[in-house]
């Protein structure tokens, strides 16, 4: 896709992955609203990008999804890009009856947000044309880590639907690209986790190339390459080299 000339909304966009995409499309000369629960960040995020717009929402709750569409709606009538990015990241001991809150405020960000988001959006990206919608999903949606179980499970979710998503929308404007960040850099999880992965400039400048090309349905980098592509036995490999 063009990354130049839209009006794009990204969910968790004042931090990590989101942040380094919306500052790209906002140079590119595309309008970026972006969207977060921490006003502190927000407004940290648009003090380094005065050229984008912030909302605070929380998508872990559906009446906040609703509210954050017809604001986005009303800040930019012309949106004709969503970007499903927000997420979270919790090690989560299934041995030791974990509470179920917590599992599940991790299934309404990751999953629910991004699936009842793309269905409050998709009447009105009909009508503009080209039109996207980018889910970011995980290279674990193909391979968990079982530490984070409900993580892995969410994106693996998100993967199955984007692919649906994508039949569906097969005969309007709508373009459906998934995102398959591997690790990267960022707070995802708290501060310091992943610190070992890919740094999250180099990621962005390679996803943002990608989605400026031709080849823009499946966008993978490194790990994520590999275990998208990989074959059953060679899943079971990473599989047990992960998780040992
Ligand atoms: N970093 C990696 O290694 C990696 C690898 C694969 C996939 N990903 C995916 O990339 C996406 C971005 O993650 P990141 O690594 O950039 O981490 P990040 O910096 O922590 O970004 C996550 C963003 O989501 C927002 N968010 C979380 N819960 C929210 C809620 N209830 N409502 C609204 N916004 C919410 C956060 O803002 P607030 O806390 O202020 O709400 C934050 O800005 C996630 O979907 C993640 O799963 C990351």
Redesign the pocket.
Known sequence: MDPSGHSILV??????????LASRFADAGSDVL?????KD??AKAQAKHSKLRTL??????AA?RRALVERALHEAPNLDVLV??????QRIDLTTSPDWDQIH?EI???LE?AIHLSTLLIPHLRTRSPAAIIN?????AFVPLASVPV?CAT?AAMHSFTLSLRYQLRETPIRVIE???????????GPGL?TW??P?EEFADVAFASLDSEDDREISHQF?AQSSRASREELDAIFARMNH
């Open positions: 969910t968790g966009g004042a931090s990590g992955i989101g942040l380094a972006i969207c977060g629960r921490r960040v927000l605070s929402f929380d998508l872990a709750d906040e499903n990015n927000a997420g979270i990241q405020a309404r960000i990751n947000a970011v999903t995980s290279g674990l993580y994106k995102l398959i960040p591997p690790a990267v850099d960022t707070d995802l999880g992943h992965g890919v999250l994520s």
